[in-house]
């Protein structure tokens, strides 16, 4: 039966959900409503279900559960909300609530028990550095790889590897764990996540790297945004794409139309919009152009904050409709692997016949070697 909780994560908030006009002007571009069509299921829903939850005016059954679940945390909400509130901070710290009441979606635990047991969410029992056949050893550079690459979309930690050895870089893997954005987004406890990120900073000082970079965008979100409001940092972090940006790169021309996704991890939330961009403009003959929404104006791949795992159908249809977007294009360029696998499922839905790639698989055959 559904109950009231006691919500003490969503108390520190309580002055901005209270500040909600409920003007709607979020309803405009949440890629949830889109799919759901529902009040509930945009930002000011949220906040008004968060702040009964907080009120114990309204319990949390199974409707409430899934309205603050199926938010992607995408924040696009935030930029067109006109009170400033920081959406994502609430949805995140109302999870946070139901977590530590005992309300964890079932496909969410898996997710968790796995990261916790095994150091990734997909339950894998090799490590990153042994599945993609490499070693770790001591470096000036690190390459974190990140879950899904690793394991999931394996060509674009590949492309990465494959491009720093053409580029002659003393670059080492660091062999994680899990970096803890899959916990954080759910909503497990702040202690657990700590834990996670002073084995990776240390993983990573160990091999002695002064500079770290990543191919996943949430991984670098991560290390960039959360990782410093808990442990110390003491290398330098960037995004594969701001690296290579700033190299002398010479790449072989590509005849093709191309068009980039932002993934709302290395976009709105870590102001990456230019480094991508740069390094496209650079392929010979590719004629870029960018989407209807492009920077901070990108529609969302419908996969983050849990989506995919949970609502699967609701994050495929958000998926196709980005997917829809690019269909002038040959290829659809993105900077994040669980984009890719995301939209390639959104692409399953949708009539567009444009291919879909990460940046490094694009350009990994065009670097001259
Ligand atoms: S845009 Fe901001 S103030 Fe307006 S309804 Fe949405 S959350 Fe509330
Ligand atoms: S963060 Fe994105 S999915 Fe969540 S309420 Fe805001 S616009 Fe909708």
């Known amino acids: 039966m559904a109950s009231y909780i006691d919500a003490n994560h969503l108390k ?37 279900l968060a702040y009964g939850m907080l009120n114990k005016d309204i319990p ?34 109302a999870r946070r609530d139901l977590v530590a009441n005992d309300l964890m979606l079932p496909k969410h635990r898996k997710l968790v028990e796995s990261t916790l047991e095994h150091g990734n969410p997909y339950g894998e029992r090799v ?28 060509s674009i930690a590949e492309a990465t590897i494959s491009i720093l050895s053409k580029l002659g870089e003393d670059f080492t893997v660091v062999d994680e764990e899990c970096c803890g954005s899959v916990l954080q987004r759910i ?20 091999l002695g790297v002064e500079e770290v970079v990543f191919s996943c965008a949430g991984c ?19 995004h594969i794409s701001e690296f290579l940006a700033d190299k002398d790169i010479k790449l072989k021309s590509l005849d093709k139309k191309i068009t980039y996704h932002d993934p709302c991890h290395l976009g709105r939330h870590s102001g990456i919009y230019d480094a991508p961009r740069r390094l496209l403009s650079r392929i010979p003959e590719a004629r870029f152009q960018e989407m209807q929404h492009n920077r901070d104006t990108a529609l969302c791949c419908g996969g983050g904050g849990g989506v995919r795992s ?36 959104g692409k399953e839905k949708s009539s567009s016949p444009v291919e879909i790639k990460d940046l490094v698989e694009l350009i990994e055959p065009l670097v001259e070697g």
Not at 15 to 40: N, Q
Not at 220 to 238: A, G
Request: one cysteine or more; aromatic letters at 10%.
């Open 220 to 238: 670098y979100r991560m290390f960039k945004e959360e990782y410093p409001k808990f442990v110390d940092v003491p290398f330098k972090v960037r």
């Open 127 to 154: 490590g990153v550095a042994a599945t993609l056949g490499e070693k770790k050893h001591s470096a000036s550079l690190g390459y974190f790889v990140g879950c899904t690459s690793a394991y999931r979309n394996r």
């Open 310 to 345: 949970a609502y699967p159908d609701l994050s495929a249809k958000v998926a196709a409709r980005r997917v829809d977007e690019a269909a002038f294009a040959d290829v659809l360029v993105t900077t994040c692997p669980f984009c890719v696998s995301n939209l390639r499922v």
């Open 60 to 93: 949390a059954d199974q409707s409430v559960v899934d309205n603050i679940y199926q938010c992607t945390t995408c924040k696009d909400c935030e930029r067109r909300c006109p009170s400033g509130i920081e959406v994502v901070e609430i949805v995140e710290r």
């Open 187 to 206: 909503g497990v406890d702040d202690g657990a996540i700590e834990e996670i990120m002073e084995r990776n900073v240390r993983s990573a000082v160990d």
């Open 12 to 48: 520190d908030v309580r002055h901005a959900m209270m500040t909600c006009t409920y003007c709607g002007f979020c309803k405009s571009v949440c890629p949830v409503y889109e799919g759901i069509g529902w009040d509930s299921s945009v930002a000011r829903g949220r906040i008004i």
